[in-house]
């Protein structure tokens, strides 16, 4: 199985940038996507992107497109959330995820290795 340590988050006001990685241990040789999830308080658990093993196919939730960017570097075994222009409504924990197999898909079910969360908080 793999382990995933997500951090960067913070406090930072509407229109500035966080980057946050997602550091994977464990059973990094085989293929897996990973996704970022975000949860508010008194809010379901949502999708925001996800990447695949190669990093040649996203997905984006339609709040972030544009302004959020999902990368990875596999030598590393992290993959990043670049996020601009953040919007208090951006404000969330926010949850890395990984499935094995090549694929990220928009889903919660459909991963099974969480990373512990890292706050966000935007300011107006």
């Known amino acids: 199985q793999v382990q995933l340590v997500d951090t960067g988050g913070g406090l930072v006001q509407a229109g500035g940038s966080l980057r946050l990685s997602c550091a994977a241990s464990g059973r990094t040789r085989s293929s897996y996507a990973v996704g970022w999830f975000r949860q508010a308080p008194g809010k379901e658990r949502e999708f925001v992107a996800a990447?695949?093993?190669?990093?040649?196919?996203?997905l984006y939730a339609d709040s972030v497109k544009g302004r959020f960017t999902i990368s990875r570097d596999n030598t590393k075994n992290t993959v990043y959330l670049q996020m601009n222009i953040l919007k208090p409504e951006d404000t969330a924990v926010y949850y890395c995820?990984?499935?094995?197999?090549?694929?990220?898909?928009?889903?919660?079910?459909?991963?099974?290795?969480w990373g512990q969360g890292t706050q966000v908080t935007v300011s107006s």
């Open positions: 990447i695949n093993w190669s990093g040649g196919s996203t």
């Open positions: 995820a990984a499935r094995y197999g090549s694929t990220g898909v928009p889903v919660r079910y459909g991963y099974d290795y």
